[in-house]
């Protein structure tokens, strides 16, 4: 049968639509995004590599130019949408791209809450690049709801949540921020990098956005530059699917089927990470070389109560601090056989650095 011929109801969707409602996240990460070809009938939905597409007639069309919107991306975001329990997905072309869409559909003179310890690059951005066009922050101890209340303004329009942090992996607690935060009027972003869907649905706790660098745990395989965000607000989707169309910093064809790729085994990969994290953590937390050791898995962790009710489990980071200064750290780094000196995380290979004078630096 030839592809003109191929009936649309014997390939392409499923009998039923494929959502967290009614399926499993492995099931769902598998099939999410990954509807059979209509045309062909191929499983997994091939690459477009195609810039522009023939319109049937002037302003009807299915896609129109590979900026605006493409059939892998389109796949990907209804991929990373349904695993964080959303309506609306988008992909860029990095976490930083991703970060910096969101912050632009402030207006000038908004003011930005964010965790105090927040992502080197994002806390970057909001200082030195968001702040020159007229969107200014205030960074806070969110761990204490308090300070919260404290540090909202009449023209505060957004708080910005990491939780676990970069590095420090400590947790706010997100229902509690998005209660006192929409009571406001604001609007509730978490960056949920370090979890992964897998392990934690911030729109479910009361998010009104969700971003991640998918560079990480989302594609999983240190081959993928790329950002994603999810939303069920539709007035947000509208100005987000604008913003990510007039800047332009989407991602690739490629790297879309890449990071959809990867998608397909988060389930498998996040669990083993989560398992053998705490392995680690708790070998270290044991060691005498070994000053202090941070995981939410280990009960010493300030916050583990709160990780245990808002996490469905701990994820593959661990932070420590080694007994001595920074050339202790250093030797340590360049003598480790198993683990390589690199920044970044989420890939299947196991990596270390010292956040201070490398991802953090600056």
Known sequence: MSPANASHNHFGAHAAPITSATYGFGTLAIHAGSE???????????????????????????????????????????????????????????????????????????????????????????????????????????????????????????????????????????????????????????????????FQTPLDLGADIVVHSATKYINGHSDVVMGVAVTSNDALASKLRFLQNAIGAVPSPFDCYQAQRGIKTLHLRMRQHALNAQRVAEYLEASSFVESVIYPGLKSHPQHELACRQMRGFGGMVSFRIRGDTHTADRFLQRTRLFTLAESLGGVESLAELPARMTHAG
Not at 66 to 92: C, I, K, Q, Y
Not at 104 to 116: A, D, E, K, M, R
Not at 131 to 146: K, N
């Open 36 to 198: 059979p070809d209509a045309a062909t009938g191929a499983v997994i939905p091939p690459l477009s590599l195609s810039t522009t597409f023939k319109q049937r007639a002037v302003g009807d069309f299915v896609y129109e130019y590979s900026r605006s919107d493409n059939p892998n991306r389109s796949n990907l975001e209804a991929a990373v949408a349904a695993l964080e329990h959303g309506t609306h997905g988008f992909a860029f072309s990095s976490g930083s791209a991703t970060t910096a869409t969101v912050l632009n559909t402030l207006q000038p003179g908004s003011h930005v809450i964010s965790v105090n310890d927040v992502y080197g690059g994002t806390h970057r951005y909001l200082n030195k690049v968001a702040q020159s066009m007229g969107v200014s922050t205030t960074f806070v101890d969110l761990a204490h709801i308090d300070n919260l209340r404290d540090a909202i303004r009449e023209n505060t329009r957004l708080v910005w949540i990491e939780t676990p942090t970069n590095p420090t992996l400590r947790l706010v607690d997100i229902t509690a921020v998005a209660e006192i935060a929409h009571e406001a009027g604001l609007f509730v972003v978490v960056d949920n990098t370090f979890l992964s869907p897998y």
